[in-house]
Every structure is written in structure tokens, then in C-alpha cells.
């Protein structure tokens, strides 16, 4: 079973101010509450949209065909984008697995929970922290509202019980708790050698419900199977109430494995058949909510958590016309393909260049449920609601690339600024640039002009927003290499 909660949601919420009168007036005071209670409690249970949100594992910018993949077949991300909305400037918060979840749930960036930097970058299968329990989630945030709460997947936040998902605000949990070529066994080949002919014996990570193992070395091959079927049962045992669905798959990180429906089906080989699977999950999850009737009562959000591993050559995904991948703040590390899916409330059909993070999912849950944002911490979060809906331009102006702890680059409007790179995971040392590079992302998405010389003033404004982003808060100590 779940540990109970560490500090439960509605322990935060604001105590009520005691009246000074002892008798008559908070008598009065609770049948006007009770008369006004009730229509809003009505009126706001008709406007309390499921939450769904799709998260890949080192899946690319380019690596959809709605994204221009060539050889790569995703006919249902391709129909989610036709009845939806696709974002071409949409970023994870971190350019690897652990703090870029950290970020997704608690509208925070990473460098603020101490889930970056140390020499670790993520947490391992020997890890003895995860997200701290004052970080407060959307899983906490909707359960409090009454919403049912489902983590299918990855977690990557730790794997001990004071840190799994039951103890950050999911109801119920399956899935391997961290990235699915950790706890590497004997049996393995040397180095790269063991991605090359993957087999389930190499890596001995455990498939969890709730917070027990199941299964040890989790069967890979149908992993995305399982999850969807999890996913779906979620949604169908939950269609009367509001729910929360957290499906976080595992692929297409290496090593990279798939159903055999899915062997050999795809021209891009291996990865196309993991990616294809992958595509065939999300129909399934949106054939599900079609056929109870909760298409136009559900927002869906697709996207992945970083840019493609391509220090492993062929499976190893594809960041598209981008610059860089996994590991590295040039745009193939973060911006990632994003698909927004809603009838009724998102337009169909709509490309939209406008800016957004997947930190803003946090503050745009708390704005589709009226329910006020904490203000005891900073949040990076924006509610992209007009963005979603075609009411508006979006909120968030800028992007903060942190690589670890390290702020590598920021972006303000179209313009970039590398204060230092990098090329990737686990490739050669940072350099740092001064003058610092400076690249106008919708002249030159793939960062290959540098025009720091003629912009000085662009510069200057860069810096400044740095300044003050960094103000009056400290980072905490990172907690990775515990
Ligand atoms: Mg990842």
C-alpha cells in the first residue's frame, strides 16, 4: 500500500479567519455560505475538464510525421494534431529525464527543488532521495479537488516509498519507477554493445504497482502494451468522475524495445517501430475517451520530456532541423514536439509558434479550475489557456536553459542568447562564450548564425533578464548524488 501522505493537500490550504462573534453570526454566516455554496459547487463540477497528459521518453522534435518526420508513420499524433492545436516553440524545462519531470509536475524549474546538477545529473536505480515532499504537483493540486489520480509509467522522482508517486498525489501507480536501462546486469555486453541487440535479461528494473515490485526485469517488450492498458482502464473505470492521467512511457529511451505487433514494421527500423507503438498508444487513449463520451470534457496534452539521445546514431531519435539533443540547452535539447488536444474547447487544426513550457501545464490546470496559484514559492508557470483556445497570445516570454544547475542560455521573444554550450549527454567539456552567442530563433531555428556583433543592445536586455531571474532566491543543494 501507499504510504499516507507526508503533508496532504488540503493541510495547505488557507485556514479559515475566526469570527469574532460567538453564536448567531457564524450561524448566519453558515447558511449564506451553504446558499451560495451550492450552485458554484454545481457550476464548477460542469467545468472540471479531465487532465491528460502524454509524456515521452527522449522522443525528438522531428521524430513525429505531423513533425516532418519522412519515414516514420504516427497516423493517430497526426489526427490529434488535425482535431487540435501544435506547437512548434513548446520546451521541457531540462534537457534530461529527472528534473524535467520534476518541473512538468510542480510548475517549478528544476534549479529550484535541487533535482539538477551534482555529478549524477539524474537519479539511478541506488538513489536514496526524489522530489521533496513540500513540492507541491498537479497530482496534489487535482486530488484535493476531487479529481481521481493515475500514474502510468516512468517516474524518475525518486523510487523509495517516501517518493513514489502515492506520496506526491497519485491514487494509484504502475510502472518502472526510473529510466529503463539502469541497474545494468552481468549478463550485458560492454558499453554501447548492449543497445545494439537489446535484451530484457541486461537491465534488471522492476515494474511497480503502487509501491510494490511486480516484476523484476520488467518485460520491456510489451511495456507500452501494459501501459496503455493500464491508461485505458483508468479512463474507463473513472468516465463519471473528473480525472488525472499521468501516462509517462518509458520509450523511446534505449534500450529500445516493442510489442511483436510492432516488430519490423517500420522503414526507420527499430526506433520507427518504438515510436509507432508509441503513436498506436495514443489512439488508443483517445479512442477511449471517444467512446465514453469524454472527448469534449478532457484536455490532452503530448509531448516528451527531452530531446533525442543521439549519441546512440540510428536509435537514437531526431531533433528535426534543431540544433543538438539529449543533454545539451541548444534547441534540440528542449524544444520538444507538443500536440494540445481538446474538441469543443481547442480549435481543430490550428499550428501555433507561440511560447510555451511545460511548467505553464501547472498554472493552466489551476486556471481551467479557478483555483488560486500558491504564493509561498516561485512558480515559472503560465496559464497558456489563450494559447490553447486561439483567445490569445501567449503569457510566457521568456525561456531559461539550465544544463544541471548551470544557467546555460536564455530566450526572450525570438531572440537566444548562449551564455555557455555544450554538445550533449555525456560529450565534451562546456565552452563558454564571451562575447556571448546570441541567435534569432524564427530567422534561424537551427542556431547557426550568430549575430551577437550586430545586436549589442539584444545583449544587454539578455542579460538583465538573468539578473533579475536570479534575484532574491538561492538555489537548494542538489540532492542528485545522494
Ligand atoms: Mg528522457
Known amino acids: 500500500m501507499f504510504l499516507p501522505h507526508a503533508r496532504p493537500f488540503a493541510a495547505r490550504a488557507p485556514r479559515p479567519e475566526r469570527s469574532s462573534f460567538r453564536t448567531l453570526v457564524p450561524m448566519f454566516a453558515a447558511i449564506a455560505t451553504i446558499a451560495i455554496a451550492v450552485p458554484m459547487s454545481r457550476a464548477e463540477s460542469e467545468d472540471r475538464p479531465n487532465i491528460v497528459v502524454i509524456f515521452c521518453d527522449d522522443l525528438g522534435y522531428g521524430d513525429f510525421s505531423c513533425y516532418g518526420h519522412p519515414t516514420i508513420r504516427t497516423p493517430n499524433v497526426d489526427r490529434m494534431a488535425a482535431e487540435g492545436l501544435r506547437f512548434t516553440q513548446f520546451y521541457s524545462a531540462a534537457p534530461v529525464c529527472t528534473p524535467s519531470r520534476a518541473a512538468l509536475l510542480t510548475g517549478r524549474l528544476p534549479i529550484r527543488n535541487g533535482l539538477v546538477g551534482g555529478k549524477r545529473r539524474v537519479l539511478f536505480h541506488d538513489s536514496k532521495r526524489g522530489l521533496p515532499a513540500d513540492e507541491i504537483t498537479i497530482a496534489e493540486v487535482l486530488q484535493g479537488a476531487g479529481y481521481a489520480t493515475a500514474c502510468v509509467g516512468k517516474w524518475h522522482l525518486g523510487h523509495l516509498p517516501p517518493y513514489l508517486p502515492g506520496a506526491h498525489g497519485f491514487d494509484t501507480y504502475f510502472g518502472i519507477p526510473y529510466s529503463n536501462d539502469m541497474d545494468r546486469t552481468a549478463a550485458a555486453p560492454e558499453g554501447r554493445a548492449a543497445f545494439l541487440d537489446p535484451k530484457i535479461a541486461y537491465w534488471n528494473v522492476p515494474l511497480m504497482r503502487q509501491d510494490s515490485i511486480i516484476e523484476r526485469p520488467a518485460d520491456q517488450t510489451t511495456i507500452t502494451r501494459r501501459y496503455t492498458e493500464e491508461a485505458v482502464a483508468f479512463i474507463r473505470k473513472n468516465a463519471s468522475k473528473p480525472f488525472f492521467l499521468y501516462l509517462a512511457h518509458s520509450m523511446p529511451h534505449v534500450p529500445l524495445f516493442r510489442s511483436p505487433e510492432f516488430e519490423n514494421r517500420s522503414p526507420r527500423g527499430l526506433f520507427g517501430d518504438v515510436v509507432e507503438e508509441v503513436d498506436w498508444s495514443v489512439g488508443a487513449v483517445l479512442d ?101 483556445t486561439g483567445a490569445g497570445p501567449s503569457p510566457r516570454r521568456d525561456v531559461f536553459y539550465y544544463r544541471d544547475s548551470t544557467l546555460m542560455a536564455v530566450r526572450r521573444g525570438p531572440w537566444k542568447m548562449h551564455l555557455i554550450t555544450q554538445a550533449g549527454y555525456g560529450q565534451p567539456e562546456p565552452v563558454e562564450h564571451a562575447p556571448p552567442l546570441l541567435f534569432h530563433l524564427e530567422h534561424d531555428p537551427g542556431e547557426s548564425h550568430n549575430v551577437a556583433e550586430r545586436h549589442p543592445e539584444v545583449i544587454d536586455e539578455l542579460r538583465a533578464r538573468i539578473a533579475e531571474h536570479r534575484a532574491g532566491w538561492t538555489p537548494p543543494p542538489s540532492l542528485l548524488d545522494d
Open 288 to 388: 477511449a475517451l471517444r467512446a465514453e463520451g469524454l472527448s469534449e470534457k478532457t484536455l490532452v496534452l503530448l509531448t516528451s520530456d527531452n530531446g533525442p539521445w543521439t549519441t546512440f546514431g540510428v536509435n537514437g531519435g531526431s531533433a528535426g532541423l534543431l540544433r543538438g539533443g539529449k543533454g545539451s540547452t541548444w534547441e534540440g535539447g528542449m524544444r520538444e514536439p507538443a500536440v494540445a488536444w481538446w474538441p469543443g474547447r481547442i480549435p481543430a487544426g490550428r499550428v501555433t509558434a507561440e511560447l510555451a513550457c511545460t511548467t505553464d501545464l501547472f498554472a493552466t490546470v489551476h486556471g481551467l479550475l479557478k483555483i488560486p496559484l500558491p504564493d509561498d514559492r516561485p512558480l515559472d508557470s503560465h496559464d497558456i489557456t489563450p494559447v490553447l
